[in-house]
């Protein structure tokens, strides 16, 4: 079983940054990559990033590639979105989730065996 925490979301001005975090906890943390979703109003939830635990190799959507970045800190069981120069289509709600090692670099959300509550970002125009 594993556990995950999203924190970080807010409001913020097109062109502004924001740093969402991701909590994991569970034994088997170790076993499983990480991966960034974001779902707005009425549209599928829809792939960001994913990284991979074991060997930090990671893969970013077209639309956010150059602009957001994903990392993670091992001691802290945690994984970071970085996001700049955002936009107003960049408005949903972010969700992080789980893949089991094996996978690759997944970015297809049933892949995913655990997720986050979610975290609300609205960027202004």
């Known amino acids: 079983q594993v556990q995950l925490v999203e924190s970080g979301g807010g409001l913020v001005q097109a062109g502004g940054s924001l740093r969402l975090s991701c909590a994991a906890s569970?034994?088997?943390?170790?076993?499983?990559?990480m991966g960034w979703f974001r779902q707005a109003p009425g549209k599928e939830r829809e792939f960001i990033a994913v990284?991979?635990?074991?060997?930090?190799?990671?893969d970013y959507a077209d639309s956010v590639k150059g602009r957001f970045t994903i990392s993670r800190d091992n001691a802290k069981n945690t994984v970071y979105l970085q996001m700049n120069s955002l936009k107003p289509e960049d408005t949903a709600v972010y969700y992080c989730?789980?893949?089991?090692?094996?996978?690759?670099?997944?970015?297809?959300?049933?892949?995913?065996?655990?997720w986050g509550t979610g975290t609300q970002v609205t960027v202004s125009s």
């Open positions: 989730g789980a893949y089991p090692v094996g996978w690759g670099l997944p970015r297809t959300p049933a892949r995913y065996d655990y």
């Open positions: 569970g034994r088997t943390v170790s076993r499983y990559g």
């Open positions: 990284l991979s635990w074991s060997s930090g190799s990671t």
